[in-house]
């Protein structure tokens, strides 16, 4: 991280920072609130929060993968959105983004607590979005399909694969705010998809 901060600050000229953290305990350390307070000390702060797991163990009823799956994927992230939203707010300008699933409109016996935790954040950063963008602070939850990176290696995927790098410049291009999709033809499935009655949805071969 430390080299790759420092590549980045040579190349495009902006200050970057990076935060060690580990769920499943989402409790933040000195360190990475010292670190948000640096970040927030920017012209325009930006947050990205990709932290974010699966596992072959949420499968079906499993009560020991609840919490550590919720941990990684929404207490984590939310309680950083929260962290340094607070400190965006007080300045009046910055930018977080935090990284959700099209599994969050779809969910399935495979990755039930991962849908369940990302779902969980997306409604956070609804809120949060509700109180921080009057004050001029932009909150995005990106929605991603299937990504080409190690969280879907091996998997048996139907859907078009996309191109990390993709991802990236997509996040970064764009003034991003509210619940985006990327690819974009998500957002077309998961609307039928959250609305779908049961009799059909539960029919539905994913
Ligand atoms: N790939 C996909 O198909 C796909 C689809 C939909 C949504 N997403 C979402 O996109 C985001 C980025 O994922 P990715 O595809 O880039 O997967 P990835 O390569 O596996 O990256 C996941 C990131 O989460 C961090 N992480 C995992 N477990 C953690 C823990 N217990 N505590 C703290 N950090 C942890 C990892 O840190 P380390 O590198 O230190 O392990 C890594 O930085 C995630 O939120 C994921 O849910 C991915």
Redesign the pocket.
């Known amino acids: 991280m430390r080299a790759t901060a420092a590549d980045m600050e040579v190349r495009f000229g902006f200050r970057a920072h990076w935060l ?5 305990s989402p409790a933040l350390s000195q360190t990475t609130c010292w670190n948000g307070a640096r970040v927030c000390s920017g012209t325009w702060p930006s947050v990205f ?6 596992s072959d163990e949420d499968y079906g009823p499993n009560p020991d993968i609840v919490a ?1 799956i919720a ?3 929404y207490l ?2 939310a309680r950083i959105a929260a962290t340094f939203g607070r400190a965006m707010r007080s300045r009046g300008a910055g930018q977080v983004i ?6 969050a409109a779809a969910p399935r016996g495979r990755n039930v607590a ?1 849908s369940a935790a ?1 779902a969980a954040l997306e409604i956070y950063a609804r809120g949060l979005r509700k109180e921080l963008e009057p004050k001029g602070v932009r909150l995005a939850v ?11 290696f091996g ?1 048996k ?1 139907r859907f078009p ?2 191109d ?1 790098d993709a ?1 990236g410049e997509y996040v970064v291009s764009r003034r991003l705010h509210g619940r985006c999709h990327y690819p974009r033809f998500w957002w077309w499935i998961t609307l039928v998809l959250r609305h779908l009655p049961w009799p059909i949805y539960r029919r539905m071969p994913f």
């Open positions: 060690v953290t580990t769920s499943p929060v990709p932290a974010g797991a699966v550590p941990a990684v994927n984590g992230p935090l990284f959700s699933s099209i599994a991962y990302k990106i929605a991603l399909g299937y990504v080409d990176t190690r969280l879907s998997m995927l694969v996309a990390p991802v």
